[in-house]
């Protein structure tokens, strides 16, 4: 993997993690399936040139291919359900860092799990490190319903277990098609998906009465932190594998932070801080084993 491809990863990391307090700004304007409709669409519609530019197949190859990209969809459709609706009532940073700290972890261990992968002592101390950093993060010691809720707590725990899944799924294309024809259909059956539940909505069509910030933040979360970063994260696990591509995803809690620090003034939280850590350093322990001669995930 070289230098430059890397640089672009951590980009769209960074990207990732600006993408928190951008969506909160918008997450309250319009109901959730409308703001994912609109999403999707300018999306599939910013990935067409990247096909026709790079000059890559638009054709799906077999039907385990249709059936791959379908469920992606569905996926992915529930994963920015979730985002918004937790993004509604929840602090971006704190969400961002929640998310993207026990996504690596949950990657790791569905594949232990699915793949019956053999597992060392240090990744056995890192799930270890990582389970008791979730419930820092979670701050377990408040946890009731209305909190979870509340807090949108629930929400970004339920991106974290989606988005795993949604991982092993585009690796599993990694042979068969581009990570960028994989995005196209992804975002062509999400669209879809969405527009049955909005289209009655009588927001539907007065998004278009809204000013420049919310067009600007569609713009944002569809060009450069969609077609960009997830296209980007896309390629690198079908590369380096889903669960060492989810390792890079811990660039995202410090951008998270950082950008809804600066962009909506969050105050800061030292459970997340110290949750946050602690599962760094998680998943520092899971992926070490690539210096050692263990066999590789």
């Known amino acids: 993997?070289?230098?430059?491809?890397?640089?672009?990863?951590?980009?769209?990391?960074?990207?990732?993690?600006?993408?928190?307090?951008?969506?909160?700004?918008?997450?309250?304007?319009?109901?959730?399936?409308?703001?994912?409709?609109?999403?999707?669409?300018?999306?599939?519609?910013?990935?067409?040139?990247?096909?026709?530019?790079?000059?890559?197949?638009?054709?799906?190859?077999?039907?385990?291919?249709?059936?791959?990209?379908?469920?992606?969809?569905?996926?992915?459709?529930?994963?920015?359900?979730?985002?918004?609706?937790?993004?509604?009532?929840?602090?971006?940073?704190?969400?961002?860092?929640l998310v993207t700290t026990l996504n690596p972890i949950v990657t790791f261990f569905i594949v232990v799990l699915v793949q019956k992968k053999r597992i060392s002592k240090r990744q056995v101390i890192g799930l270890f490190f990582g389970f008791i950093g979730g419930l820092v993060i979670l701050q377990v010691w408040k946890i009731s319903i209305d909190y979870l809720l509340l807090s949108g707590n629930l929400f970004f725990l339920l991106c974290s277990f989606v988005w795993a899944i949604l991982s092993l799924n585009s690796q599993s294309t990694g042979k068969s098609m581009s990570p960028v024809t994989y995005s196209f259909y992804v975002y062509a059956v999400g669209s879809i998906i969405e527009l049955l539940f909005c289209f009655n909505d009588p927001s539907f069509w007065k998004v278009w009465d809204e000013g420049f910030s919310f067009w600007a933040s569609i713009f944002y979360l569809t060009v450069i932190s969609t077609t960009f970063g997830t296209t980007v994260y896309f390629y690198a696990a079908t590369r380096l594998g889903s669960e060492i591509a989810s390792s890079f995803i811990f660039i995202v809690p410090l951008s998270a932070y950082l950008s809804s620090y600066l962009i909506l003034n969050e105050v800061v939280q030292i459970p997340v801080i110290i949750g946050g850590s602690l599962a760094i350093l998680a998943v520092y322990l899971i992926n070490s084993k690539q210096k050692t001669k263990e066999p590789n995930l």
């Open 1 to 97: 993997m070289n230098l430059k491809f890397l640089l672009l990863l951590v980009l769209a990391m960074v990207s990732w993690g600006i993408s928190w307090p951008i969506g909160k700004m918008i997450a309250g304007t319009v109901p959730v399936s409308v703001l994912v409709f609109w999403r999707f669409l300018a999306t599939f519609l910013s990935v067409i040139p990247l096909l026709l530019v790079m000059k890559i197949p638009f054709l799906l190859k077999t039907g385990k291919d249709y059936w791959n990209v379908l469920v992606g969809g569905i996926i992915y459709t529930f994963y920015n359900q979730f985002f918004f609706m937790g993004l509604k009532n929840g602090l971006p940073g704190a969400g961002g860092v």
